[in-house]
C-alpha cells in the first residue's frame, strides 16, 4: 500500500496466465514462452485497423512467408513477406476475419485465427517502405521539427507569450553549461568491461550515459537555439560539442557493446544536429559527424539485424526494443547522406511501428512497471515527435498509445508520491514525464490528465521542437478514465474510490503472464502495503538479486521464514506467474481474483487470491489461500516507512502523515509478528512484519485480512461454514466463493 499526502494506494500484486504460452499446437504458437506470440490471436475486436499481425518462425526459418487474411464470406487477402509479421497498408472493411500463415509455397498453414473489426477499431494506416522513404527525402531540412518551429523574430504576441518562457529557461541553460560542462574524453572512463557486471563497472556505465546525455543535450539544445535567434554564439556552442562527440573512440567506453545507451544517443543527437544545421556546417565537419553516425549505427544495426531481426521473434529485450526506436529515428534523418540509411530503414521502421512494445498487447500497458513505462514514454516523447515530422507517422494516434496513457492515468493517477511494481517502483513519479506524452493526443481521457497531474514545467527543449499548440489544446472536453479498470495482456487490475479526486483511495492488483522477468518482480500473488521494501541499485546487483527481486521484499506470501517465488532462470521467470480468474466492477463494490500457484515453481499445490474493494466502507478484504504437500508455515508480509504498532496478535496499525491503515486477521489464526530485514537505503526507513499461519499439509490454510483504510474499525462478522461463509463489513457484505 502506498500512502499519498491527501489519499492512500494499495497495491495488491498476483499472478499470470500459465496456459498461454502453449496454447495452440501448431507452429505459429511456439512453446518457447521468449518466442514472440501470434497476434491477433483471440477474436476479440481488433483496436486498431489493419491490425499488427505476427507469429513464431517456422523451425526450418524459410525465407519468405505467405499471409492469407479472409473475411466473412469473401476472398482472400494475400500477402507473401520475408519476415514473421506483416502490416497491411490499408485499412481492412468492417467485419469478421481469420488468418494464417504459411511458409511461401508450401501447404503447411498455421491453425486459422480470428478477428474482427468494427466501429471501435481506430484506424492507423502506415505507407510501405518506398513510399516512406520518398515522403521522407522530399522534405527540406530541417526535416525533424514542425511547421510552427519559426524564427523567434516571426513569432506573434500569443506564441511569445506562450513559448518565451521556455526559450528564456533553454537560453540560461545552455549559456551555463557552455562553462559548466566539462570537455569530453576517453580517458574519463578506465574501467574494463566485465562478466559478471560489478559494482565499479556498473558505476562507470551509469556516468558514460549521463556525462553523454548531458553533452548532446547541449549540442541539441545550442543547434536549437542558433535556427531559433541566428546567435552565434549558439552555433560554436553546438559545433564545440558536436567535435568532441564525434571524436570520441567508437570501439571504446561508448560503443554499442560497452554501454549501447550512449552510443545510440552520440548517434542519434549528432544526425539530429545535421539536420538543424543544415547550410551552416562545413563539408568537412558534417563529413567527420556523419561517419560518426554510419558507424554507430552501423553497429547498433547489426546488433538488432542479427537472425533475420532478433527482435521479430524473441522481443523480450528492453534495451533493444528502445534501440530500434532509435535505430527508425537516425534512418529516416539519414537518408539521403548515408548510403546504408536506406537499409537500416527498411529494416526498423514499419517493423517498429508494428509492435512497439512487448509489455503488452495491443490494448496497451507496461508489464515492467510505471516506473519503466516512465522512462519509455519519456524516450517515446523524445523520438516520436521528429519521427511525426520526417515521416508523417505519429505515433500518437496509434491505438495502443491511448492505452498506455490510459495505464499511466490508472496506475500513476494525479498525487501519486510512489510508482506501482517492477524495478524503481520506490521511487516517485515526475509527473511533467506523462503530462508531456498527454499532451501530445488528441483525447479527452488525455485532456484530464494534463489538467490535474501538476508538477511544474514541461522540459524547454521538449516544448520548443513539438507542435505549437500542442495537439491537446484541439480537445476541450476533459473526461476523467473510470474508477475500475482491468488490462488483460499484462495481468494489472486498478481500483480507486474516485480517481478525480486526490484523497482518493487505490488499490493495485497485478496478475501477471510476464512473471517476475526482465525488470517486474517476484510478487505474483503479493501485497504491497506502504512501501515496496529495499531499493534498486543497478540491475542485477547483489542487493537486486537477492532481497529487492524476491517475493519476501514484495509483503507478498511467503512460507518458512521467506520463501517465496522462484525468480531465476530466464525463460522460468516468464513462466513462474499465474492468471487474472475474474474481474468485475459493481456499484457495491469491485472484485478481482487470481491464481498465482505456478510462480512458487511447485513448492505449492495452490497459491491463490481475492479481493473485494468495499465502496461504502473504503476497505479492502483480502483472502488467500493456499496448499501444499508437505506442513509449512505461511507468512503475510507487509512493510512501512515507519514503526507499525502492533494493537493485539490480530491487528496492526500503520499511520504516517495524517493517514492510517489497520489490518486485521479475521479468522483469528495468524498472530501477527515483526521481523528484521537488510537495512534501508540511507535515510529511508522500513518497518518489516507479518502475519504467521502454520499449516499441517493435511488441507488448505487461508488468510482472510481486512485493509481498513483510515482505521474506521466497522463491525465485522465472519458467518457460515464451506461454500456459504460471508463476510459482513459495516453494512456491506460478500460471499466467500
Known sequence: MKFHRKGIAIAVAMASLTCSFSAHADWAQSTDPLV??????????????????????????????????????????????????????????????????????????????????????????????????????????????????????????????????????????????????????DARWAVAISTPLTAAMAAQQTDVRNRINEATRQLEAAALLWRAKKDPVFLNEALKRGDQLAALNTSGPTSYANQDQATRQIALSLVKAVDFLAGDLDAGRKSRWLEDVRVRATEIYGNLAGDNGRLDQFPFDSHGNTSMIFMALISSLALGDIPDAQKWFDFSFRAYVNNPSPWSGPEGGYANGTAYAEYAAAYMVALWDPMAQVTGVNMYAKPWTLGFLDFATQFTPPGSKIHAFGDGSETRPDPRVFRAFANRMVSPRAAWYVANLGGGLEDAMSVLEAPYPMPVAATSLKIPPSNAAYYPSTGWVALHSDIGNTNRS????????????????????????????????????????????????????????????????????????????????????????????????????????????????????????????????????????????????????????????????????????????????????????????????????????????????????????????????????????
Open 36 to 185: 514472440v506470440q501470434p497476434n491477433p490471436s483471440n477474436g476479440a475486436v481488433q483496436a486498431q485497423n489493419p491490425p499488427a499481425f505476427f507469429w513464431a518462425r517456422y523451425p526450418t526459418g524459410p525465407a519468405a512467408y505467405d499471409i492469407e487474411i479472409t473475411p466473412a464470406n469473401g476472398g482472400p487477402i494475400q500477402a507473401t513477406v520475408d519476415r514473421n509479421w506483416y502490416l497491411p497498408t490499408r485499412a481492412l472493411a468492417l467485419g469478421n476475419y481469420s488468418w494464417r500463415v504459411r511458409p511461401a509455397g508450401s501447404s503447411d498453414w498455421s491453425s486459422p485465427r480470428s478477428f474482427a473489426i468494427t466501429s471501435k477499431s481506430t484506424v492507423f494506416e502506415v505507407p510501405d517502405n518506398a513510399t516512406l522513404r520518398a515522403r521522407i527525402q522530399a522534405k527540406a531540412r530541417p526535416r525533424s521539427l514542425p511547421p510552427s518551429f519559426t524564427p523567434f523574430s516571426t513569432w506573434s504576441t500569443a506564441k511569445r507569450n506562450d513559448l518565451e518562457p521556455y526559450l528564456s529557461r533553454l537560453t540560461n541553460e545552455v549559456k551555463v553549461q557552455t562553462t559548466a560542462l566539462p570537455d569530453l574524453s
Open 506 to 737: 487505490s488499490f493495485y492488483f497485478k496478475s501477471s503472464p510476464y512473471g517476475s522477468f526482465n525488470h517486474s518482480h517476484g510478487d505474483q500473488n503479493g501485497q504491497p502495503l506502504l512501501v515496496k521494501a529495499g531499493w534498486y541499485d543497478w540491475y542485477g546487483s547483489p542487493l537486486w538479486a537477492d532481497w529487492y527481486h524476491q517475493t519476501r521484499s514484495q509483503n507478498a506470501v511467503t512460507f518458512d521464514g521467506g520463501k517465496g517465488q522462484l525468480v531465476d532462470g530466464y525463460r522460468e521467470q516468464l513462466q513462474r506467474n499465474g492468471r487474472i480468474a475474474g474481474f468485475s466492477a459493481q456499484s457495491s463494490y469491485d472484485y478481482a481474483e487470481g491464481d498465482a500457484t505456478p510462480a512458487y515453481g511447485g513448492q505449492l499445490t495452490m497459491a491463490k487470491r481475492q479481493i473485494w474493494y468495499l465502496h461504502a466502507q473504503n476497505a479492502m478484504l483480502v483472502r488467500d489461500r493456499l496448499a501444499a504437500v508437505v506442513a509449512h508455515t505461511y507468512e503475510f508480509n507487509i512493510h512501512a516507512p515507519v514503526a507499525m504498532t502492533v494493537e493485539n496478535p490480530s491487528s496492526v496499525q500503520i499511520a504516517i502523515n495524517g493517514q492510517s491503515v489497520c489490518l486485521r486477521d479475521l479468522n483469528g489464526n495468524a498472530p501477527f509478528a515483526k521481523w528484521s530485514g537488510p537495512a534501508p537505503k540511507a535515510g529511508v526507513v522500513e518497518d518489516h512484519g507479518a502475519f504467521y499461519l502454520k499449516s499441517d499439509g493435511k488441507s488448505s490454510a487461508e488468510f482472510l485480512v481486512l485493509l481498513d483504510v483510515g482505521c474506521q474499525r466497522p463491525a465485522v462478522k465472519v458467518a457460515g461454514t464451506g461454500t456459504n461463509r460471508t463476510v459482513s463489513v459495516g453494512s456491506q457484505t460478500v460471499t466467500l466463493d
